[in-house]
T-cell receptor, first 117, second 115 residues
Framework: AQSVAQPEDQVNVAEGNPLTVKCTYSVSGNPYLFWYVQYPNRGLQFLLKYITGDNLVKGSYGFEAEFNKSQTSFHLKKPSALVSDSALYFCAVRDMSTDTGRRALTFGSGTRLQVQP | DSGVTQTPKHLITATGQRVTLRCSPRSGDLSVYWYQQSLDQGLQFLIQYYNGEERAKGNILERFSAQQFPDLHSELNLSSLELGDSALYFC??????????????FGEGSWLTVV
């Protein structure tokens, strides 16, 4: 079964500094990886995904993620953090069952990002 | 706005009761997913429907059931409610094609409080 791990419960960064939110994955076969963000009292918003191709994926709100197959990682990054980036971030991996109708996501435990002014 | 609509947004009910959460997927999406988010369990996949048929089951309790109707909206039924069922319940939807990278879009969730 596929899984993802987010080793940090919380990440603190100063506004203007680069940020990294870590994610490692475990799958058999090729991984399909996603990042979502949850703002307070809101639903999950899609940020970006890695399917195949370029290891650096660009997404919404200036976020990007780096896929590293040898390290089985998919870390979320942003060159310059904003206070408004403070939220809960989830990494997820897609169900790759041979049943093509089964495509649910398995989520990590989430990382709370706190950006200080 | 993701295009996924969930009702009600908030619900307070007593232990032992039954509630129904409703979800309208994005236009054109055939697949609906239900997730539960709680403080101790994180985001747990409950169940997936595709074009009216159950397609995948996750950590869904026997007291819970779901269905997807011909117009593609879905309902999650929670019965014999316990305090521990208090959580945020998300519905999500996606197209399902041969391509495995289809994005899943989430609604704003239904907050359930069991007292």
């Amino acid at each position: 079964a596929q899984s993802v791990a987010q080793p940090e419960d919380q990440v603190n960064v100063a506004e203007g500094n680069p940020l990294t939110v870590k994610c490692t994955y475990s799958v058999s076969g090729n991984p399909y990886l996603f990042w979502y963000v949850q703002y307070p009292n809101r639903g999950l918003q899609f940020l970006l995904k890695y399917i195949t191709g370029d290891n650096l994926v660009k997404g919404s709100y200036g976020f990007e993620a780096e896929f590293n197959k040898s390290q089985t990682s998919f870390h979320l990054k942003k060159p310059s953090a904003l206070v408004s980036d403070s939220a809960l971030y989830f990494c997820a991996v897609r169900d790759m069952s041979t049943d093509t109708g089964r495509r649910a996501l398995t989520f990590g435990s989430g990382t709370r990002l706190q950006v200080q002014p | 706005d993701s295009g996924v609509t969930q009702t009600p947004k908030h619900l307070i009910t007593a232990t032992g009761q039954r509630v129904t959460l409703r979800c309208s997927p994005r236009s054109g999406d055939l697949s609906v997913y239900w997730y539960q988010q709680s403080l101790d369990q994180g985001l747990q996949f409950l169940i997936q429907y595709y074009n009216g048929e159950e397609r995948a089951k996750g950590n869904i309790l026997e007291r819970f059931s779901a269905q997807q109707f011909p117009d593609l909206h879905s309902e999650l039924n929670l019965s014999s409610l316990e305090l521990g069922d208090s959580a945020l319940y998300f519905c999500a939807s996606s197209v399902i094609t041969g391509e495995t990278g289809n994005t899943i879009y989430f609604g704003e969730g239904s907050w359930l409080t069991v007292v």
